[in-house]
């Protein structure tokens, strides 16, 4: 696994200089992937809580790998459920475990309580996502919403968003690209 990372200036429409958040992994396996994911969760878990939602926007082909990483997320969160796509259903909600102390040596002494995971695949209109209660989850600083197929309604999404490009690079590695979004929009 290579990690890269790096930081760069950006002018935003206020005119002022923002820094962007930029790293990048290359996998190339699923257990990997998996590893990533949950590293990537308890470092979530460190961070104190945002006045809104922590918003991972997940974006790729087919295959490109975001399921796999979203079981390690979900891994490192310390949820045991079986993590699929919900692509039928659109939404899944699980309960974040709390820790029995007051503080774990894996970070879980967290005030997160919900995990959400959104398959947007099937939208075909960023507003059916309102008819989920989307506005009022992304505006729970107690929740973890991940979504696959951001891209279809990343006009929804909060400038302090998370995307997660999955890219191919051969048969079996990946590259998994880690941008916050404020300088997108």
């Known amino acids: 696994m290579v990690k890269y990372t790096s930081f760069y200036k950006v002018k935003t429409k206020d005119k002022k200089e923002d820094e962007v958040l ?47 990483f979203l079981q390690g997320v979900a891994r490192g969160l310390g949820i045991k459920q079986a993590i699929t796509s919900p692509t039928f259903v659109i939404m899944r909600k699980l309960k974040i475990p709390r820790s029995r102390k007051s503080s774990l040596r894996d970070g879980r002494n967290h005030k997160f309580k919900n995990f959400y995971h959104f ?18 989850i992304i505006s729970d600083p107690q929740n973890i919403v991940v979504l696959e197929w951001a891209d279809k309604i990343r006009k929804m999404l ?24 404020g300088h997108e929009k």
Request: hydrophobic share 35%; with cysteine; glycine share 8%.
């Open 22 to 68: 930029f790293v990048s992994y290359l996998t190339n396996s699923p257990s990997r992937t998996k590893k990533i994911g949950e590293s990537f969760a308890k470092n979530i878990l460190k961070c104190n809580l945002t006045k809104r939602a922590v918003i991972l926007g997940l974006i790729g082909d087919l295959g490109g790998g975001k399921t796999t």
């Open 158 to 181: 909060h400038e302090d968003s998370l995307m997660l490009e999955f890219e191919f690079i051969d048969k079996n590695t990946r590259k998994i690209i880690i941008r916050n979004t």
């Open 119 to 136: 398959d947007c695949y099937r939208i075909q209109k960023p507003t059916e996502m309102l008819t989920l209660g989307f506005k009022e």
